[in-house]
C-alpha cells in the first residue's frame, strides 16, 4: 500500500504492507535508528515519536495509519542548524541519561509536552506524568524530571526555538 509521511519536515512516498509499524518503518525503511524498540508492547515508552505534534507509541501503530500525517523523531529534535534541542541540553547538563536507550522516548514525549504547553515548568504534576509515561531501568527518573523541569525554565519566554516540523 502506497503512504506518504512528512517524516522530520521530509516527505517521503512509501510502499509498505498494511500490517507493518511505524516503528518499523522508520527504522527499516528510512534508517531513522533513534527510534528504540522495547517491550514492544507499547509500555516502555522507547518507540515514541511526534505524530502531528502528539506523543505516540509507533510500536502500536500501523505505518497505514499515518498516511498524510506529519511524524518527527529524536532525529528531527534538533534546530535547523544542528542546534541541540533545550532538551538535549538540559539531559546533558541535569545527567539524565546512562545507557541511553529510553532517552529517545522521553525526549519526544518530553518535547511534545513542552511544545503543548511552554509552561510546564510551573506544573510538576504534568512533568511528573511525562517522566511517569516512560521506563529508565538506569537513572531512577529524577534526573529525567530535573532535566524537563530545566528545559521547560529555559525555554520560558523564548519565542524563537525550533517548534518542529
Same mark, same amino acid.
Given at each position: ?11 517521503? @512516498? ?12 522508520? /527504522? ?10 522495547? $517491550?514492544?508492547?507499547? #509500555? ?9 505534534? /502528539? &506523543? ?15 511524524? /518527527? ?10 542546534? &541541540? ?13 546512562? $545507557?541511553?536507550? $529510553? ?12 511544545? %503543548? ?6 506544573? &510538576?504534576?504534568?512533568? %511528573? ?7 529508565? /531501568?538506569? @537513572?531512577?527518573?529524577? &534526573?529525567?524530571?530535573?532535566? #524537563? ?10 519565542? %524563537? ?5
Amino acid at each position: 500500500m502506497k503512504i506518504t509521511l512528512n517524516v522530520n519536515g521530509a516527505e517521503h @512516498t512509501l510502499d509498505v504492507e498494511p500490517r507493518r509499524l511505524l516503528a518499523d518503518v522508520l /527504522r527499516d525503511d528510512l534508517a531513522l535508528t533513534g527510534t528504540h524498540l522495547g $517491550c514492544e508492547h507499547g #509500555i516502555c515508552g522507547a518507540c515514541s515519536v511526534l505524530m502531528d505534534g /502528539r &506523543p505516540i507509541r509507533s510500536c502500536l501503530v500501523l505505518a497505514v495509519q499515518c498516511d498524510g500525517n506529519s511524524v /518527527r523523531t529524536v532525529e528531527g529534535l534538533a534546530g535547523p542548524d544542528g542546534e &541541540p534541542h533545550p532538551l538535549q541540553c538540559a539531559f546533558s547538563a541535569e545527567h539524565a541519561l546512562q $545507557c541511553g536507550f $529510553c532517552t529517545p522516548g522521553f525526549l519526544m514525549t518530553a518535547a511534545g509536552a513542552l511544545e %503543548a504547553d511552554p509552561g510546564l515548568a510551573d506544573h &510538576p504534576e504534568a512533568i %511528573a506524568g511525562v517522566v511517569g509515561s516512560g521506563i529508565c /531501568r538506569c @537513572t531512577g527518573y529524577e &534526573p529525567i524530571r530535573r532535566a #524537563i523541569a530545566r528545559a521547560a525554565r529555559d525555554q520560558k519566554g523564548t519565542t %524563537a526555538w525550533h517548534r518542529g516540523v
